[in-house]
């Protein structure tokens, strides 16, 4: 089946970093999804991007489809940012990556 | 307001009583699964429907049972729980088709003792 690697897996930041995760997947994927886990455990959606470049706020994503890879930045890190970012492939269904946890330090 | 909803959010049960756990969406969505995550493994699919009265395996079915008799609700049921079960699982719904986002709800953490 298709692999889903993040990296790095651990990333530790002060407050105000900036930062890249990185996803890269193993064959053609019809789109990509990447997800922010809270402390509490909640699965909040960050971006839907099969190609191409999506900002939210301090957040954005790259995904370059041929290449088999998507990008995550996170600029001016805060507290809140903290948890753990999946990337999640699509392939008629989703494959998920084991995910980056990332903690911010004031 | 567009969600997905779970109950319980938390239980704690003994081994061998069977138990479910409900999943509801509110979007008219085809598509409906369920995830469990274990600590270093990410999520793994379970059972997953293309729609009412379709369901499927996923990566690790063993243990568990899904219905889909309703477009709205897709419920996870684990006949005989053992301790193995002990996780975070999720339920997810999206529109059929190869560009749809798809939707999680809040979680649900299982303890089997």
């Known amino acids: 089946g298709i692999q889903v690697e993040q990296s790095p897996p651990d990333l530790i930041l002060q407050e105000g970093a900036n930062s890249t995760l990185r996803c890269n997947f193993s064959?053609?994927?019809?789109?990509l999804q990447w997800f922010h886990q809270n402390p509490w455990g909640q699965l909040i959606n960050l971006f839907y991007i099969p190609s191409g470049t999506k900002q939210n706020g301090r957040l954005s994503a790259t995904t370059v489809a041929t290449e088999r890879y998507s990008l995550l930045y996170i600029s001016s890190s805060q507290t809140t940012d903290s948890g753990v970012y999946f990337c999640a492939v699509d392939m008629g269904r989703l494959y998920f990556g084991r995910g980056t946890q990332l903690t911010v330090w004031p | 307001e567009a969600q997905v909803t779970q109950n319980p959010r938390y239980l704690i049960t003994v081994t061998g009583k069977k138990l479910t756990v409900t999943c509801s969406q509110n979007m008219n969505h085809e598509y409906m699964s369920w995830y469990r995550q274990d600590p270093g493994l990410g999520l793994r699919q379970i059972y997953y429907?293309?729609?009412?009265?379709?369901?499927d395996k996923g990566d690790v079915p063993e243990g568990y049972k899904v219905s889909r008799k309703e477009k709205r609700n897709f419920p996870l049921i684990l006949e005989s729980p053992s301790p193995n079960q002990t996780s975070l699982y999720f339920c997810?719904?999206?529109?059929?088709?190869?560009?749809?986002?798809?939707?999680f709800g809040p979680g649900t953490r299982l303890t089997v003792l």
């Open positions: 997810a719904s999206s529109q059929i088709g190869s560009y749809n986002e798809q939707f």
């Open positions: 429907s293309m729609n009412v009265e379709v369901t």
């Open positions: 064959d053609s994927v019809n789109n």
